[in-house]
């Protein structure tokens, strides 16, 4: 079964989406199509980054670049991908997609929340983030819509659809956890318990629509012996909670973060015991 985790969701924004597929290699040739039956490492890499401002060495690589999604209206996306730090042909693929809508998934995810690489403080550098997501799975972050971050369009009018688009946003996202769940695809919904922005009662409220079955009761779950937050599992669905964390999980409890991300992607129940 597919993965799916939405990050601090309520009726009103899904801040973050992600994917968790088997892994299968890919690579971006610039400004052409996607492509699946090369490897990143097959002797194609004009999009590797081979070095950045003070970066961290590390022995994993990473590659940068666009995917042309449609060739007539000049669209392309920017992505970032960051191979797993360990047997990255063994670990999952995770597709991170950060909403708003019209957040930059490379401007936050990568380098403020779960990243390898995190803007240092005083903006002239990077520094290594000891939590990075990428020690558990290849981390892909794709700038989406067009209009967000680097990617681009040769066509105006799909810039106009894209303020349309942000002006009319829904209202509600359960219909799209109904189509999610029917697909066989288990979630993952976290809130930060401080979060003023998305506010963990809202959350619930919004789940208990779904009136799903409750496979495991409202319970605490630990990290380092201590409550890290609450949960509870739905049949498809694991509703958790951050102690002391808010809008931004990873940047509040970036350990904590880690070690839940892990036990989902192995289909774990995170530590209910000290």
């Given at each position: ?8 969701t ?8 992600l994917l ?17 039956g ?5 002797g ?20 940068a670049?666009?995917?042309m ?36 998934s490379?401007?936050?995810g ?22 990075s ?38 209202s ?5 956890y ?50 890290s ?12 909670t ?30 209910s015991t000290?």
């Amino acid at each position: 079964m597919d993965n799916i985790v939405l990050k601090l969701t309520s009726f009103l924004c899904t801040l973050a989406f992600l994917l968790f597929i088997s892994f299968k290699p890919v690579v971006s040739s610039r400004h052409r199509q996607w492509s699946g039956g090369r490897k990143l490492n097959s002797g194609d890499n004009s999009d590797l980054v081979t070095n950045l401002p003070n970066q961290p060495r590390v022995d994993f690589q990473h590659y940068a670049g666009y995917v042309m999604v449609n060739e007539t209206n000049g669209r392309a996306l920017f992505y970032w991908f960051y191979e797993a730090m360990t047997s990255p042909e063994e670990k999952p693929l995770v597709l991170w997609l950060n909403g708003g809508p019209g957040c930059s998934s490379v401007g936050y995810g990568a380098t403020q929340e779960i990243g390898p690489f995190l803007v240092d403080g005083d903006g002239q550098g990077l520094k290594f983030n000891n939590f990075s997501w990428n020690k558990e799975a290849n981390m892909l972050f794709l700038e989406s819509p067009v209009g967000v971050g680097f990617s681009y369009s040769n066509t105006t009018s799909d810039y106009e659809q894209l303020g349309d688009d942000l002006t009319d946003s829904k209202s509600t996202v359960i219909p799209i956890y109904k189509k999610l769940i029917s697909a066989k695809l288990r979630i993952w919904v976290y809130s930060g318990d401080t979060d003023g922005r998305v506010p963990v009662l809202s959350t619930r409220y919004s789940l208990n629509t779904l009136a799903l079955p409750v496979t495991k009761p409202w319970s605490p779950w630990y990290h380092e012996n201590e409550v890290s937050g609450w949960y509870e599992e739905y049949e498809g669905l694991t509703f958790a909670t951050f102690r002391g964390a808010g809008h931004a999980v990873p940047c509040f409890k970036p350990s904590n973060s880690l070690a839940f991300f892990s036990s989902f992607l192995r289909g774990e129940s995170p530590p209910s015991t000290k």
